[in-house]
């Protein structure tokens, strides 16, 4: 990323640019929706990470707490999102190398992500459901079962039922 470019920790004081960079990336209002309900009411441990260029918010990568079959705790990616003006230059790989990293910090090496299948295998995702693991939105052999996808699989763990932080329920 050029000089002006940053990547830090979201604070209180980036939450109208986060919402107004998701209003700008997405055709609907559903993640910016999503988006401020976990910033009102911060899931432990969250990572939350914005890419800046001088004070405005260009992207965010947002990580929350999923359980799986209520007995260990991972992290779940949702969402990542890139200004329309700034695709394409990196943006979104950094904030995904950055978030993942902060995650392993964390002590969480395993993270689910329902996204583009061309496009998360770059970071050491790969499918969730050959490995054994469900959740709510994507059903086995389904259209959607390449997108849900997992990185740093743990074969110590059972795999079982991945769900999401409450926020998501409702969208």
Known sequence: MSGTRSITA????HTSGILALLRAAF????ESELV????????DPMVSLVALEGDEV???????????DDAWVAMGFAPLAVHPDHQARGVGSR?????LDACN?????TVFVLGDPAYYPRFGFEPACPLGYRCE???PGDEHEAAFMVRGHDAARTPGFVRYHPAFDRF
């Open 10 to 13: 979201a604070t209180p004081e």
């Open 27 to 30: 055709e609907s209002s559903a």
């Open 36 to 43: 401020a309900d976990l910033l009102a009411d911060p899931a």
């Open 58 to 68: 260009i992207g965010l990568a947002l990580f929350t707490p999923v359980t799986i």
């Open 95 to 99: 904030l995904t190398r950055d978030g």
């Open 105 to 109: 910090a964390l002590g969480h090496r």
């Open 137 to 139: 939105w994507v059903a």
